[in-house]
Structure formats: structure tokens, C-alpha cells
């Protein structure tokens, strides 16, 4: 069995999850430290490797990866480590960090395949929820429902409502704010997502990205 394929080795992509900025640290190496703190999500990163940041542009180079354990020479999926950058780049949690010439698709209109996980409300158009994408978190309206996949079957049924409890549906959402994304089959981290009830916080659907429009 082939499982070396469940991580992206080829596209790098670094959700910047934290900003580490030890201000209050009485050592005078760390003054000045600025690390991306995250999990690396595809591809390998190492030390004088150019990146781009998103959602700016604005390209760069890798001057150092930390790890737990102290400075590493390489990192990939599913390596957590914070990146430190010879520029200063106004940098947050949610943005992402990639090659120049290899960039995520940047969209907020998706279509994907959602397993919708609870019994108190059914998936439909116009339904308003929180979509978590690696680190960024943002409001999402679902703007059409195109069927309801029979598991068993396999068959579509475009006259469905919507999936309810433990099916599987395909859907368009639209996003308040732009996501970097691939395709689930690409990669697994930037291409999966779950929603999350305004009201509650719980967490109603798991969805895979099928395209970007």
C-alpha cells in the first residue's frame, strides 16, 4: 500500500498560525525575534528558500526554521516550526506563506463535497455558517446545492433538499474572505475545511474543495 502520497512534498504551503514576538525576554538573541509560527502544510522549506507572503505578495527569503528542539535545516508536512524571514513583513495568523511561482488558488467562491454531521438542521441554500480553512476562520453562505450523494448507490439526486445527518452533499459556498486553497485530491490540509454553527460553535459539516470559481 502507497501512503507517501497523503502529503504534498512538491507545493509549499505554511499557514502562519502565531506570531512569536518575545518582547519581554531579558536575552539580548532574542530582542529582536520575529518567528511564523505554524505547521507546514506541503512542500519542503529551507534556509535561503524565496517565499511569498498571502494575501500581500510581497516576496522574500527563509533565514531560519526553529523547531522544538532548536534551529532545523529542512522542514515539510506534517513538521511544525516557526519560520523567521529576512524582511519585515506585516505578517498575521490566517496568512500564508508559499514559492512565488507555485501559489495556491486565492478565492472566495468554492465548490466541494461536504459530509454534513448533525441531525438538528439539514444543509440547504441560503444556510449561513463559520468555515475553518488551516488557520483562517471566516463567515461562509452556501449559494447552491447541487445534490445529495446516495453513499450506498453512489447515485446523485439533484432534487434533494440538502444532506442531513451523515451524508454526503455536493455544494457552492461563498466566503467573506479570500481562502488560498488546492484541490482535496492535491492536497489534503489546504483542500479540507469544516463548518461551524454561528449560534453554537459546534462543529455541523467536514468539506473537501473540489474547484474555486
Known amino acids: 500500500m502507497h501512503i507517501a502520497s497523503d502529503r504534498n512534498l512538491i507545493d509549499v504551503r505554511f499557514p502562519v498560525q502565531y506570531v512569536i514576538r518575545p518582547h519581554a525576554s531579558t536575552d539580548p538573541d532574542l530582542h529582536d525575534y520575529r518567528g511564523y509560527a505554524g505547521q507546514v502544510a506541503g512542500g519542503v522549506l529551507k534556509p535561503g528558500d524565496e517565499v511569498v507572503h498571502l494575501p500581500s505578495g510581497l ?11 532548536g534551529p532545523v535545516t529542512e522542514a515539510y508536512a506534517p513538521m511544525s516550526v516557526t519560520l523567521r524571514l529576512a524582511d519585515d513583513i506585516d505578517i498575521s495568523r490566517g496568512d500564508m506563506i508559499a514559492r512565488p511561482g507555485n501559489r495556491p488558488e486565492v478565492a472566495q467562491d468554492l465548490d466541494a463535497m461536504v459530509c454534513w454531521m448533525t441531525s438538528d438542521r439539514q444543509l440547504g441554500p441560503r444556510t449561513k455558517l463559520i468555515i475553518k480553512h488551516t488557520t483562517r476562520t471566516a463567515r461562509a453562505l452556501v449559494k447552491d446545492l447541487h ?3 446516495d453513499v450506498n448507490t453512489l447515485h446523485r439526486d439533484e432534487t434533494a433538499t440538502g444532506p442531513g445527518l451523515n451524508e ?23 483542500g479540507g475545511f469544516i ?3 454561528e ?13 474555486v470559481r
Open 168 to 190: 454526503i452533499g455536493r455544494i457552492s459556498l461563498r466566503v467573506t474572505q479570500p481562502l488560498f486553497v488546492d484541490d482535496y485530491g492535491r492536497n489534503r490540509l489546504t
Open 59 to 69: 516576496t522574500t527569503t527563509i533565514t531560519h526554521i526553529d523547531g522544538p528542539g
Open 199 to 211: 449560534a453554537t460553535h459546534t462543529t455541523v459539516g467536514a468539506g473537501m474543495i473540489t474547484g
Open 147 to 149: 445534490y445529495r450523494l
Open 195 to 197: 463548518l461551524i454553527d
